[in-house]
């Protein structure tokens, strides 16, 4: 039993005293979490998240107050761990109220500061205060019920969170509906070399490369944009980022436009979305259509809470709403996919599963780094930091050759969560009656042209995507088509294969009834860094155009791949050709903008701060 200690040369703090201390000093970050919480405009989730702060810090406090009972007092450097907990202490707390003056130049990264922090003070000041001003005695709470109140919080934001029973969707078709289901996988950040049959090693990605092999591939498709929002608005959708108004991200796409899963839910598909990414949150658009939109929160880096808690625990308190602070990994959206597949969904279905771990930080599992990739502070870096690493400076080739190495560990995780998803499929006895597709939203760039990450150029490595669909006996196996192939024609081609229709006109074709002329020209627009640049590809040939400098830039790619030597210069009426054809294409995404009642201005976001900090946490914004 804890008994009375002598604490300083008059004063004496027992048990209770001390817990009282800890449990009032840990009131402080409490409090301060959930201004900031108040103030971080979060869409949901907002009482749990308070509870939960209000719940965990004063309960660290009791923690460390009966645990400061049984140890002397620390004398002669008190003093000096007590500064040194408010150095560390007081940026944090500043910052989690107002984010713009955050200070963290100071902390950056430092999650164990903080904890340390949060120890020392509660520990510290507890004694110091204690022993030497009587007046602190008179205002610690006493009472056992009163410092159990924390667990009572945390309690309540368990029963917030308990799991809902699922509601068993609406069946839309008919009973003897015999049409197949589709599973569309996107890979964030994918580049299509690292596939095999794009030229990739083998055993990177050997799911997706196995997926290849036992369906068609179209080996020469390219996206419409080098970043997320674009490029998944225009593929969901099958028109152009400018007709459909999405081009920065400031824009979010328009109820106007019809998505993919808005035409199959109209013809009897059960549409159902297990997603990560930032940019596929509900406001940005994307979500329209789907009967169930499953999109996590990202982590936010500044929460303490998710420090001081462990994962699985925090997960356990708060399992469904409350993802404010725990990023999505790849065999989370596994977890969730699995669940779905097993539970006998409403057929046909439309299932969508976005992976978005492959986009940086590269951080893979242990076990998926490759020889040669171990983890050094050369290169673990946060997100934010890709933007200092685009010129890749203070990177030696090893260090390159290291984060390539992370990043392709990423992809093999990614990989086998894909495996075990179509396994659970076969185990269903859903992959016979299973469209399954895979593609990349866009590439990244390795310094392939001086720079790295992506959203920045409208070169290859950016824009060329894989493009695969599988199914027994409904598409053929083993074909490779290089054929010019864009993802514009994801929806013309997804709503034949359904037995679908579709009686609006979409730029994009159904790549398996339309021949494919070599010639068709194929577009990329949408940049979300520098100023604005714009592509067409046509045939061989390669258009690199910036509208506001008048720049051009012409590549061949049958002898330039790379896209190095600029031959506009010797091919001045071929580069005059491809212009034209690239205004024409923008005066027809600008008549389509119209006809949906589009415009940018119309289409602009405000942006709230947490999510202009989330989008630079990531290196969207600078």
């Not at 994918?190 to 055993?203: N, Y």
Request: net charge neutral; glycine share 6%; aromatic share 8%.
């Amino acid at each position: 039993m804890l008994t009375p200690r002598k604490i300083g040369s008059s004063r004496y703090l027992d048990a209770k005293s001390l817990t009282g201390l800890g449990w009032l000093i840990g009131c402080i970050p409490a409090v301060a979490e959930s201004i900031r919480i108040l103030l971080s405009a979060y869409d949901r989730g907002i009482p749990e998240a308070i509870l939960l702060s209000l719940g965990v810090y004063p309960l660290l406090g009791v923690i460390i107050g009966l645990f400061a009972t049984l140890f002397p007092p620390l004398r002669k450097w008190q003093r000096a761990a007590f500064a040194f907990s408010l150095i560390l202490l007081f940026p944090w707390i500043i910052g989690t109220i107002f984010p713009v003056i955050s200070l963290r130049a100071l902390i950056i990264g430092a999650n164990l500061p903080k904890v340390i922090g949060v120890l020392f003070l509660s520990l510290l000041v507890a004694r110091e205060l204690g022993t030497h001003h009587s007046w602190i005695l008179r205002i610690i709470p006493r009472s056992i019920p009163v410092m159990l109140l924390p667990l009572l919080f945390l309690g309540i934001a368990g029963l917030i969170n308990l799991p809902k029973k699922e509601t068993t969707p609406v069946r839309r078709s008919r009973p003897d509906d015999d049409r197949p289901n589709c599973i569309l996988i996107s890979v964030d950040t994918l580049r299509e070399d690292e596939l095999a049959l794009w030229g990739g090693k083998q055993s990177v990605a050997p799911t997706l490369d196995s997926l290849a092999s036992a369906g068609t591939v179209y080996r020469n498709c390219y996206s419409t944009a080098p970043w997320t929002l674009a490029s998944i608005s225009s593929f969901m959708t099958g028109e152009y980022p400018s007709a459909i108004q999405v081009l920065t991200g400031e824009h979010y796409l328009s109820e106007n436009a019809t998505t993919l899963a808005e035409r199959l839910r109209d013809q009897g598909y059960y549409t159902h979305a297990i997603v990560s990414n930032i940019w596929l949150r509900e406001q940005f658009g994307v979500a329209q259509g789907f009967d169930k939109y499953d999109h996590r929160r990202p982590p936010d880096e500044r929460s303490a809470v998710h420090t001081l808690l462990p994962v699985r625990v925090y997960r356990r308190i708060l399992p469904e709403n409350h993802q404010l602070f725990i990023p999505e990994s790849a065999s989370d959206l596994r977890s969730r996919v699995t669940t779905f597949l097993r539970s006998n969904p409403p057929q046909p279905f439309f299932l969508w599963i976005h992976f978005n771990d492959v986009h940086d930080p590269y951080a893979p599992p242990m076990k998926y780094i490759p020889r040669g990739g171990a983890r050094s502070s050369a290169y673990t870096y946060t997100s934010g930091r890709i933007v200092t690493l685009r010129m890749g400076r203070r990177l030696t080739p090893a260090d390159r050759h290291r984060i390539r190495s992370l990043y392709r560990g990423e992809i093999t995780y990614v990989d086998e969560q894909i495996r075990n998803i179509l396994h659970v499929l076969r185990g269903e006895d859903l992959d016979t009656r299973t469209i399954v597709t895979a593609t990349s939203d866009h590439g990244e760039e390795f310094w392939d042209h001086g720079s790295v990450g992506h959203g920045h150029t409208v070169y290859n490595e950016l824009v060329g995507v894989p493009l695969i669909f599988s199914c027994p006996g409904k598409i053929p196996a083993g074909v490779v088509r290089d054929e010019p192939a864009s993802l514009i024609d994801l929806v013309p081609t997804v709503v034949s294969l359904l037995d679908c229709r579709h009686s609006d006109r979409l730029p994009g074709i159904d790549l398996f009834e339309n021949h494919l002329s070599s010639e068709r020209p194929r577009f990329i627009e949408g940049l979300e860094f520098f100023r604005e640049e714009k592509a067409v590809v046509s045939g061989t040939w390669k258009l690199a155009y910036t509208p506001d400098i008048q720049r051009s830039r012409l590549f061949e790619l049958s002898t330039d791949s790379g896209e190095i030597a600029d031959v506009s210069q010797s091919n001045e009426d071929r580069t005059s050709e491809m212009i034209t054809v690239l205004e024409r294409h923008q005066t027809e995404c600008r008549r389509t903008a119209d006809s949906l009642n589009l415009s940018a201005s119309r289409n602009n976001m405000a942006l709230t701060p947490r999510i202009r900090e989330m989008l630079r946490a990531q290196g969207y914004l600078e």
